[in-house]
């Protein structure tokens, strides 16, 4: 099992930025990539972004592309998450996840199942 601490979220004016961190600790060895996921109010969690652990490959949902990325640290096992001009609609509670699945025909990064742990969440509120 792998347990994963997110930080760094927080009240914001829209445009500003923000960058979560997610430090995995415990069985980090059989990890294949990593995601973030986020929750509005009344919403379903949905995807954000996620990142291959050992190639780097990178995949973000629409609504966030060419003003997120993420990254990972090998060595600190750590994943980010770094948000630029951000939106009112940006305010969620995101969560960081870890999967062990590998790359298949049937693997869709964008489903929260495909991943085994999960953060406890942080708090982003961007405000207009």
């Known amino acids: 099992q792998v347990q994963l601490v997110e930080s760094g979220g927080g009240l914001v004016q829209a445009g500003g930025s923000l960058r979560l961190s997610c430090a995995a600790s415990?069985?980090?060895?059989?990890?294949?990539?990593m995601g973030w996921f986020r929750q509005a109010p009344a919403k379903e969690r949905e995807f954000v972004a996620h990142i291959r652990w050992s190639f780097g490959s990178t995949y973000y949902a629409d609504s966030v592309k060419g003003r997120f990325a993420i990254s990972r640290d090998n060595a600190k096992n750590t994943v980010y998450l770094q948000m630029n001009s951000l939106k009112p609609e940006d305010t969620a509670v995101y969560y960081c996840?870890?999967?062990?699945?590998?790359?298949?025909?049937?693997?869709?990064?964008?489903?929260?199942?495909?991943?085994?742990?999960w953060g406890q969440g942080t708090q982003i509120t961007v405000s207009s």
């Open positions: 996840a870890a999967g062990t699945r590998y790359w298949s025909s049937t693997y869709d990064y964008r489903q929260a199942s495909q991943y085994n742990s």
């Open positions: 415990g069985r980090t060895s059989s990890t294949t990539a």
